[in-house]
DNA sequence: ATCTTGACTTCGG
DNA sequence: TCCGAAGCCAAGA
């Protein structure tokens, strides 16, 4: 169990990100509220920043609010990772979140529209 | 306690 | 659509 704050919210932003189907996207913010900590949209990217690289959670799944990666040395992997997915990324390497964003209990289904 | 950072977001222009 | 500014907030130093 987790003894600090500190991890307590890292767990929980952890747990959200882990429920992101393949082939849909989050953005930071809405993790941050799913996870309960609204506004804290700048935690959920230090958390996954600090992710071991063992840790499976699919931390790529996750843009920022405008559908682009924010990565910035590293962007080409996350790119890679999601486009083996389905995700379609625009001329201007934007995803359209309209379409692939995850809805908690659309928990499957392909991307319409 | 104070100041800086940053895998963020929203709002204007 | 593309910035820049402002707002936000935990961590580090």
Not at 70 to 83: H, I, K, T
Request: charged share 35%; net charge positive; aromatic share 4%.
């Amino acid at each position: 169990m987790p003894r600090t704050d500190r991890d307590e919210r890292r767990a929980r932003i952890l747990a959200v990100v882990d429920c992101i189907p393949k082939g849909r996207v989050a953005s930071y913010g809405q993790v941050a509220r799913e996870a309960g900590l609204p506004r804290h949209a700048r935690l959920v990217g230090r958390v996954l920043k600090d992710l071991p690289a063992k840790n499976p959670v699919p931390w790529h799944r996750v843009v920022n609010s405008a559908g682009k990666i924010s990565l910035r040395p590293g962007s080409a992997r996350q790119r890679q990772r999601l486009a083996r997915e389905g995700v379609l990324f625009s001329r201007s390497g934007r995803i359209d979140l309209a379409r692939y964003r995850w809805t908690p209990l659309d928990d499957d289904s392909e991307p319409s529209r």
